[in-house]
């Protein structure tokens, strides 16, 4: 089958014209292609047009584009009535209600109108493409185009072969993409194709974290921002997709594979779904909103305590030198015998283990133990951590002393991995499983992620940085102590990790 992205003339059908569907209609017109829109609702494609049409006055009123360029654009876009109208289309895309009854009979109605060249592309984000496709006459050129909210603003589009789908459609969606000015990524029909799928691991782990009582949400958002580096906190991105969208999502998402553990959802979600607590959109989520935004959250005093003397454990060599330097700066006494002075304070850095594990590997007095994320640096944010019996006077001297130099800290209960560690080690196997599955390639993979999630890096070369090993190790100890599957390693990590190569190694 023979299709021209590039061709002048290229007619593009668009049926459903809501945020979605408008979008499309505005970046395939902004690059010069014809579109036809049609929506069921009687004056919504009027309305879309309408949009598009102020939308690109307005871009042209920035600066962003040329008045004749938007003009132009603009007199790409026309209305028709019904689906006849699309009989000379090269491509129709589907933006409707996401119901697979719905697209069904859309799709069975569209193929008496349309040639039998004409690709057909859903914009569907949890519906298999493969099932939608199971109910045409010509399964084999439909393939899933899966676009973000808002539209022109997120630069990539999933394109996603169904079982049935003929190569010739991935390759022509790719290439039309591109001259949309977006960056196609390439993906297996399987449930949340890539982006939702590798965004499982950072919410769910987040709100697994928040039930286990380890922190509270506003604590576990900045240490995950501060600390790690992401853009929002989980809880803050919980708000603004409303949890009316997200845990559906979820549900969805790991039914669909058949209850993975990995993909677990929370049932604080539903709880908060089921009272309102949506998020932004109604003014009260898991933080509240006013019209001046969100609530603000003060941090926690620093006190201004110091312990007398700190002991620090040897047992990461590369830990110890850093927080034995870091104790130091901060003006306090290093107890440098081989088991801890009676008054010291003692510090423990795991990494994936607990504080109660790590105090008792080394024998060491759990009321006077406190650990200390040092993965992700010390510069930016300090997580410490306390065990079940650590004195209340050793937790407030150990965050006067490390917060000293006014490097924000957060103090945590005991948690495996504390709360970065864990959340990432989580993202990073969740993504290893996706290429694992062959969904798409580890190349694709983190640019999917990094412009549809916009994280700082992908989580392949996310887990290169912070090491292949110690996202394992981590995840070993997180499955040792708590036994739950959904920490169990995927093959993908496993392998790497053993040979020491990078994640983003393909397989031959
Ligand atoms: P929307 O509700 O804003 O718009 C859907 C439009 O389709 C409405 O104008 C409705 O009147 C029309 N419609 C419904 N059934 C129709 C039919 N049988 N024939 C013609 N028109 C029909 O929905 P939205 O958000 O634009 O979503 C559209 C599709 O895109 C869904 O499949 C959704 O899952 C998917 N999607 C949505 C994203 C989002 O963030 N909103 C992101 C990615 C995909």
């Keep these: 089958?023979?299709?021209?992205?590039?061709?002048?003339?290229?007619?593009?059908?668009?049926?459903?014209?809501?945020?979605?569907?408008?979008?499309?209609?505005?970046?395939?017109?902004?690059?010069?292609?014809?579109?036809?829109?049609?929506?069921?609702?009687?004056?919504?494609?009027?309305?879309?047009?309408?949009?598009?049409?102020?939308?690109?006055?307005?871009?042209?009123?920035?600066?962003?584009?040329?008045?004749?360029?938007?003009?132009?654009?603009?007199?790409?876009?026309?209305?028709?009535?019904?689906?006849?109208?699309?009989?000379?289309?090269?491509?129709?895309?589907?933006?409707?209600?996401?119901?697979?009854?719905?697209?069904?009979?859309?799709?069975?109605?569209?193929?008496?109108?349309?040639?039998?060249?004409?690709?057909?592309?859903?914009?569907?984000?949890?519906?298999?493409?493969?099932?939608?496709?199971?109910?045409?006459?010509?399964?084999?050129?439909?393939?899933?185009?899966?676009?973000?909210?808002?539209?022109?603003?997120?630069?990539?589009?999933?394109?996603?072969?169904?079982?049935?789908?003929?190569?010739?459609?991935?390759?022509?969606?790719?290439?039309?993409?591109?001259?949309?000015?977006?960056?196609?990524?390439?993906?297996?029909?399987?449930?949340?194709?890539?982006?939702?799928?590798?965004?499982?691991?950072?919410?769910?782990?987040?709100?697994?974290?928040?039930?286990?009582?380890?922190?509270?949400?506003?604590?576990?958002?900045?240490?995950?921002?501060?600390?790690?580096?992401?853009?929002?906190?989980?809880?803050?991105?919980?708000?603004?997709?409303?949890?009316?969208?997200?845990?559906?999502?979820?549900?969805?998402?790991?039914?669909?594979?058949?209850?993975?553990?990995?993909?677990?959802?929370?049932?604080?979600?539903?709880?908060?779904?089921?009272?309102?607590?949506?998020?932004?959109?109604?003014?009260?989520?898991?933080?509240?909103?006013?019209a001046a935004g969100a609530e603000a959250i003060p941090e926690a005093e620093i006190p201004a305590v110091q312990p007398t003397s700190v002991w620090v454990s040897a047992a990461r060599p590369a830990a110890h030198a850093a927080i034995s330097g870091l104790v130091t700066s901060l003006g306090a006494q290093l107890d440098h015998g081989a088991i801890p002075a009676s008054d010291s304070v003692c510090i423990v850095m795991p990494l994936g283990a607990d504080a109660t594990t790590a105090c008792l590997a080394e024998n060491l007095d759990p009321t006077r133990t406190v650990a200390i994320d040092t993965l992700f640096g010390l510069d930016t944010h300090r997580t410490i951590m306390t065990t079940p019996l650590t004195a209340p006077n050793v937790m407030y001297a150990a965050h006067g002393l490390f917060g000293g130099d006014g490097v924000p800290v957060s103090v945590i209960r005991d948690s495996a991995g504390f709360v970065a560690q864990r959340v990432l080690a989580v993202v990073v196997n969740t993504a290893c499983d996706i290429v694992q599955q062959r969904v798409t390639s580890p190349c694709d993979l983190d640019r999917a992620v990094t412009l549809g999630l916009g994280y700082p890096k992908g989580p392949l070369a996310w887990g290169d940085s912070i090491g292949a090993g110690n996202i394992l190790g981590i995840l070993n100890e997180m499955m040792a102590f708590y036994g739950d599957p959904r920490y169990r390693p995927s093959p993908w990590l496993t392998r790497r990790a053993r040979l020491g190569v990078s994640l983003l190694t393909p397989e031959n």
Excluded at 7 to 14: E, F, R, T
Excluded at 113 to 134: F, Q, R
Aim: net charge neutral; hydrophobic share 45%; aromatic share 6%.
């Design 1 to 290: 089958m023979s299709f021209d992205a590039g061709k002048n003339d290229l007619v593009m059908g668009i049926i459903g014209t809501g945020v979605m569907g408008r979008g499309i209609a505005q970046i395939a017109a902004q690059a010069g292609v014809s579109v036809l829109m049609h929506d069921a609702k009687p004056g919504a494609a009027l309305d879309a047009q309408k949009s598009v049409h102020a939308t690109l006055s307005k871009l042209a009123e920035k600066g962003k584009i040329t008045a004749q360029a938007a003009e132009a654009a603009v007199g790409r876009i026309s209305i028709v009535d019904g689906l006849e109208g699309f009989s000379g289309a090269d491509i129709v895309v589907e933006a409707i209600v996401e119901n697979i009854q719905a697209k069904h009979q859309l799709f069975q109605s569209l193929e008496g109108v349309v040639g039998d060249s004409c690709l057909l592309a859903t914009n569907t984000s949890s519906l298999s493409v493969t099932e939608i496709a199971a109910g045409c006459r010509l399964p084999g050129r439909v393939g899933g185009f899966h676009f973000f909210n808002p539209v022109p603003l997120m630069k990539i589009v999933e394109v996603i072969d169904g079982i049935l789908t003929e190569p010739w459609v991935g390759e022509s969606l790719t290439a039309l993409a591109v001259r949309m000015g977006h960056t196609p990524v390439r993906a297996k029909d399987t449930p949340g194709f890539i982006v939702n799928h590798a965004g499982r691991g950072y919410v769910t782990e987040a709100l697994r974290i928040l039930g286990e009582g380890i922190a509270e949400h506003h604590v576990v958002d900045r240490i995950l921002r501060q600390g790690a580096g992401f853009r929002m906190g989980p809880f803050e991105l919980l708000d603004l997709t409303a949890l009316d969208v997200s845990h559906p999502a979820m549900e969805a998402i790991y039914n669909q594979y058949y209850q993975e553990p990995r993909l677990r959802p929370s049932p604080i979600a539903r709880q908060r779904l089921m009272a309102g607590l949506l998020g932004r959109k109604v003014g009260r989520g898991f933080y509240t909103y006013t």
